[in-house]
């Protein structure tokens, strides 16, 4: 009997039925990573942009909330210096001490160990303002009077074994008076906090205007004409255009930014709010 035998392999509509598959199934698996690879970029922008805002807040309860207002007073007394919508300039706080040394109108030793700061104060920088007591008998009231930073040592040495001093060597006139022993002094620094535009971008944007510096971004990219806004409001929550009457500062950061290569032509956004109260506020 004869028999017959098929030889082994594939016949051609089996061969391209294959190949087809083929191509359907890596073009899913193209289409799948393409999508995650989107979503994964989306979603880096986005937590980007969130720490960014953050950061933005951060810094504006960080230089705000030390500030002193007093309704009514005069310019030393009130570190608002200049404000608007989108930006103010402000005497920051860069340090807290208190005074040493035997009387000196010319000289400041502040004790190393009641000093707290950010940094060491910085002559050319930095200004201090040093606490003088009102007198009743006077009717002058208590305030604090700036003293021209000239130069600092910081292996200065407090007089009578009271340990380690920062000495400033200070020009203040004759509103200083002789300063007691255990006077507080306060380091200041003159900042602006703004929005401005830097390379066809808005940015949150910080000076230092004492040291006479350019201004540099800290936080953004921010939405154009409005991400940063800033309103003050007085004892009761009202908007004050009276510096001296300013108790709060409600700030608002509202980031943006085009998330490339997810295919969507939608900025990615984020935005917060933050109220400051100032810690030194207060009416006479």
């Given at each position: 009997m004869l028999s017959v035998s098929r030889h082994g392999g594939f016949t051609l509509a089996e061969v391209m039925l294959s190949v087809v598959m083929t191509v359907v199934a890596l073009g899913a698996i193209y289409n799948l990573l393409i999508t995650t690879q989107r979503l994964t970029r989306?979603?880096?922008?986005?937590?980007?942009?969130?720490?960014?805002?953050r950061a933005g807040s951060i810094v504006l309860r960080e230089e705000l909330s030390g500030l002193s207002t007093v309704e009514g007073g005069t310019a030393d007394q009130n570190d608002v210096i200049a404000f608007g919508p989108t930006g103010v300039?402000?005497?920051?706080?860069?340090?807290?001490?208190?005074?040493?040394h035997a009387p000196n109108a010319t000289a400041i030793h502040i004790a190393q160990g009641?000093?707290?700061?950010?940094?060491?104060?910085?002559?050319?920088r930095d200004e201090a303002y040093v606490f003088v007591p009102g007198n009743p008998e006077a009717e002058t009231k208590d305030?604090?009077?700036?003293?021209?930073?000239?130069?600092?040592a910081t292996a200065a040495l407090c007089p009578g074994g009271l340990g380690a001093g920062i000495a400033l060597a200070v020009?203040?006139?004759?509103?200083?008076?002789?300063?007691?022993?255990?006077?507080?002094?306060?380091?200041?620094?003159?900042?602006?906090?703004?929005?401005?535009?830097?390379?066809?971008?808005?940015?949150?944007?910080?000076?230092?205007?004492?040291?006479g510096e350019a201004i540099q971004p800290l936080v953004g990219p921010l939405t154009d004409g409005d991400g940063f806004q800033l309103e003050y409001l007085d004892g009761t929550g009202a908007p004050t255009a009276d510096r001296t009457r300013i108790r709060s500062i409600r700030g608002k950061l509202r980031g943006t930014t085009y998330a490339l290569g997810t295919g969507s032509s939608n900025p990615v956004q984020e935005q917060l709010v933050t109220q400051v109260t100032?810690?030194?506020?207060w009416k006479p």
């Open positions: 989306l979603q880096g922008e986005r937590m980007s942009l969130q720490a960014s805002v300039t402000y005497r920051a706080m860069r340090g807290i001490g208190f005074i040493c009641t000093f707290s700061g950010h940094r060491d104060p910085q002559a050319g305030s604090w009077v700036p003293a021209r930073i000239l130069n600092v020009s203040a006139g004759s509103s200083l008076g002789l300063p007691e022993p255990g006077t507080p002094v306060r380091i200041t620094e003159l900042m602006e906090l703004k929005l401005y535009q830097s390379g066809g971008q808005s940015w949150l944007g910080a000076r230092s205007v004492s040291a100032l810690r030194n506020s």
